[in-house]
């Protein structure tokens, strides 16, 4: 695999990669964002929970209250204790009481019930219905002036009323066990007692074409009536229906509840839903399967047990939430453009790899085409330029290279044809070269004799001249040496003088400081003098300071003494410094002038040992050369001799030099230049 395709598959991957990366930083934010949303949310149901108890709160607070006053109307009490029924001001305040209910908290219907009630008696003297009933909201009726009177001989009660009688009944028996006197009371907190849902006589949600005795189904709530005695006479019930407390919570999502007597009252939304969460809601617990759940207590003082308005959201709800639902909508849209992106990203890379591949191919085509037409021959042709990448160097050294080719291939033509006319004049010169060896082999025996001659007393010679060389180098040798040393010690001296410099200058930098402390000791001793005046003004109060004062003073006095001390010694110091000074200045003259005079000594015997070097160099040069002369002169001698030879030889190299020249020629001539 080409590093081509490893760059590309490489830019691939990135982009993946970064893609995927946003992509989870986009799903990171979103879980975040949306798990403060779902905490939002709950809270938000939450506080709408809290509001629907106290909307449910103040119902039954208004129900209770309304029929614990209507007990303790002393007409009410009256009528139960005679068993007859309501008359005059006390019919008309319980008339009253029961619209103002009716009007703002839907109330049914309300009963004064007389103690042993019992519905299914056949005794004639026990009471089988409550002495009076208001239910004209329900009835459509306005209430008569006569009361509805007990008559132990009228017939029985309907079958739908009987389950209001039978649950009155049972509650009568409660207060009648539980408390039969007013002693069970706290204030105005008289014992309330609620009981299971029962069909009532309230046909105002009902639907005959759809008769369902859910419709109709209510609560009985009973507070008890005490007489004169303080003794247990009788009970006041109020009848709510379930549908008027589902309305009054107003949400579907909430359950009013009594755990104590498994009674639940609520829209319960899906069936499913609350019946999984059944057993939470009596518990008055979270249920794991809802989204958010909890509940508030109510302040109804019910004696059969407490009453809470319990709630629970599903997650679908939640989800369902404006906020939730743009926040799902904005974390797709931003995948959806973090996927849409790098997919374009990748397309786009694809689209540039392939124009980028079919520009490559088509340049290599016309290198490749140019090469060609060198390879045949042409030298002309003309090597594209490509550019600046790689390529394009790789083009710009080909056309280089043609080039350089083409200039070597002009020079060896040109070489070839001096090649032809060298052979020629060679043949012509080997003539005269066979002359002037014959001449040369008769000279060189005389030649040969002188030289000895030479030889040696060039040897002599460069003896002489090597022992006076020696003398001057050991001369130069010692004048080396002591320039050295005055050179060090003009060195030492300078850096002497320096020292004494910077101690002058390190001595002028303490006066300046003993200066400044001898004016901040008379400034101290002013402000002490000043401290001193101040306290003997303050008196008594004054004393400590002044202590301090006088001790400021005396240590102000204590560092001008010192300073005068200091700049005292400073100035025999810096005497002593200038005189150190001038006569290392002295010594660094004359040490300088000796360093000179010694440089002097040292050139001039550098100059004599270079001069005896070059006679040293001379003569035994001179020696090997007159050496070298007679060596060359036998040696001419000798290749005379051999000489003769070679020129029949060089005769033959020049017919093969004229061969050369034109097997050169025919060589050029392939090529197109």
């Known amino acids: 695999m080409s590093t081509f395709t490893h760059v590309r598959w490489l830019m691939y991957v990135l982009v993946i990669l970064f893609g995927g990366g946003l992509a989870v930083i986009i799903d990171l934010r979103h879980r975040s964002e949306r798990t403060n949303l779902v905490l939002a949310q709950h809270e938000h149901f939450q506080q709408r929970a809290h509001l629907v108890a106290d909307r449910l709160d103040g119902v039954l607070a208004r129900i209770y209250g309304g029929i614990r006053t209507m007990s303790r109307l002393p007409g009410v009490r009256q009528a139960v204790a005679s068993g007859t029924g309501l008359e005059g001001d006390a019919r008309i305040a319980v008339q009253e009481l029961y619209n103002g209910l009716a009007a703002d908290v839907a109330m049914s219907e309300v009963y004064v019930v007389p103690l042993g009630l ?115 006479s009788g009970a006041i019930t109020a009848v709510i229906l379930n549908h008027a407390l589902r309305d009054a919570q107003g949400e579907p999502w909430t359950c009013l509840v009594s755990p104590s007597q498994g009674i639940l009252l609520g829209d319960l939304g899906s069936a499913a839903t609350w019946s999984g969460a059944r057993d939470a ?17 109510l302040s109804l003082p019910d004696a059969g047990g407490e009453w809470r308005l319990w709630y629970g959201v599903e997650a679908a709800t939640i989800n369902a939430q404006p906020a939730l639902r743009a926040e799902e909508r904005v974390y797709r849209l931003m995948l959806g453009g973090v996927g849409g992106g790098t997919l374009l990203a ?12 079919r520009r490559l191919e088509q340049r290599v085509a016309g290198l490749l085409g140019a090469l060609r037409a060198v390879d045949a021959g042409d030298l002309t042709v003309s090597i ?48 005269e070269v066979r002359t002037a060896v014959d001449a040369v082999h008769q000279h060189t025996a005389t030649a040969a004799s002188a030289g000895q001659q030479m030889e040696t007393v060039a040897s002599q010679l460069a003896s002489a001249i090597e022992e006076l060389g020696a003398s001057v180098k050991e ?28 101690l002058g200058r390190a001595a002028n930098e303490i006066g300046a400081i003993t200066a400044l402390i001898d004016q901040i000791a008379g400034k101290t001793n002013l402000l002490a003098l000043n401290a001193t005046i101040e306290a003997a003004g303050a008196g008594a109060a004054g004393k400590g300071f002044a202590v301090v004062a006088s001790e400021v003073k005396s240590l102000a006095a204590q560092a001008a003494q010192s300073a005068a001390r200091i700049r005292t010694r400073l100035d025999e ?19 300088g002038e000796v360093d000179r005079q010694q440089q002097t000594i040292a050139a001039s015997t550098s100059q004599q040992e270079a001069v005896a ?54 060589l050029v001539g392939h090529y197109r230049l």
């Open 346 to 357: 990748l397309v786009l890379i694809v689209l540039v790899r392939t124009t980028q591949r």
């Open 118 to 232: 019992d519905p299914d008696a056949t005794n004639p003297g026990t009471p089988r219905e409550p002495l009076t009933t208001f239910d004209e909201v329900i009835l459509g009726r306005t209430a008569s002036t006569t009361a509805v009177e007990v008559e132990h001989a009228q017939p029985a009660a309907p079958e739908v009323e009987k389950f209001e009688y039978r649950l009155m009944r049972e509650q009568l028996r409660w207060f009648a066990a539980h408390a039969g006197t007013n002693a069970a009371s706290d204030g105005l907190k008289i014992p309330v007692l609620t009981g299971p849902p029962v069909v009532t006589c309230d046909n105002s949600r009902f639907d005959p074409a759809r008769p369902v005795d859910e419709d109709r189904t209510g609560l009985l709530l009973s507070v008890p009536i005490y007489g004169a005695d303080q003794r247990l």
């Open 573 to 591: 110091l810096q005497g002593h410094t200038t005189a150190v000074t001038q006569g290392i200045a002295t010594l660094g003259g004359v040490v």
């Open 281 to 297: 809601i009596l518990a008055g617990q979270p249920a794991s399967h809802l989204a958010a759940t909890g509940s508030f207590p």
């Open 384 to 431: 594209p330029g490509l550019g600046e990448d790689a390529l394009g160097r790789v083009a710009a050294g080909c056309r280089d290279l043609v080039s350089a080719q083409r200039q070597q291939l002009r020079g060896l033509a040109q070489t070839a044809s001096a090649l032809g006319t060298a052979a020629a004049a060679v043949v012509a010169a080997e003539q």
């Open 475 to 502: 001369v130069a040798g010692t004048a080396r040496i002591t320039s050295q040393r005055t050179g060090q010690a003009t060195g030492q001296v300078a850096a002497m003088i320096k020292a004494g410099e910077d």
């Open 613 to 666: 070097g070059e006679l040293a160099r001379g003569a035994s040069e001179s020696a090997s050369g007159t050496r070298d002369i007679a060596r060359a002169i036998t040696g001419i001698y000798e290749h005379s001799n051999h000489s003769a030879k070679a020129t029949a030889a060089l005769k033959d190299a020049a017919a093969t030099l004229t061969t050369m020249a034109s097997d050169l020629r025919d």
